[in-house]
């Protein structure tokens, strides 16, 4: 077989495979539906809040009080969304912000009376809409999915 011959397989190989994209099949279309689903389901649990307000509390209930940055990492914002999100939860009372002793550049975040109540009785219906996110897979495939799942992030 020639060079040539060679060349013309591989250019025909390119084509059928561009012809074989199907949107359905590809991994981001799939993640977002899937996670499109999981925030429906959010949103009719837990109404007031968003996935994100809902994340901070609970790394704040997690880690206690922490830098707005320090938090916005923790929870993979960026520092523009991430105070969003805390200008939010403070304007309806359930985070405080305070400035660092030492370095008065930094701001601090942490959980109100109010917020730490918010969160305490939100956890079980969190856990519920894992659950429920999760129900179309048997307990052996959700702990793969989760695996799996991790290990892109």
């Known amino acids: 077989m020639s060079g040539g011959d060679n060349l013309l397989k591989l250019v025909e190989a390119e084509e059928a495979d561009d012809h074989d994209y199907l949107l359905q099949e590809q991994v981001g279309f799939i993640l977002r539906k899937a996670h499109q689903r999981h925030v429906s389901i959010f949103a009719a649990r837990i109404a007031d809040l968003t996935p994100p307000q809902f994340a901070a509390l609970a790394k704040l209930r997690d880690v206690g009080e922490t830098s707005q940055n320090q ?23 359930l985070v405080e912000l305070s ?9 601090l975040v942490n959980l109100t009376a109010e917020g730490r109540d918010a969160i305490e ?4 219906l969190a856990r ?9 897979l048997t307990a052996k495939e959700a702990a793969t999915f989760m695996k799996l799942l991790a290990k892109l992030a």
Not at 99 to 107: C, I, N, P, S, T
Not at 121 to 124: E, G, K, S, Y
């Open 121 to 124: 009785r939100l956890i079980p």
């Open 71 to 93: 938090l916005g990492t923790l929870i993979a914002m960026d520092a523009a969304t991430v105070k969003g999100v805390i200008d939010r939860l403070k304007a309806r009372g």
């Open 128 to 136: 519920e809409i894992t659950q429920e996110t999760l129900a179309p």
């Open 99 to 107: 400035r660092h002793e030492v370095d008065k550049r930094r701001l």
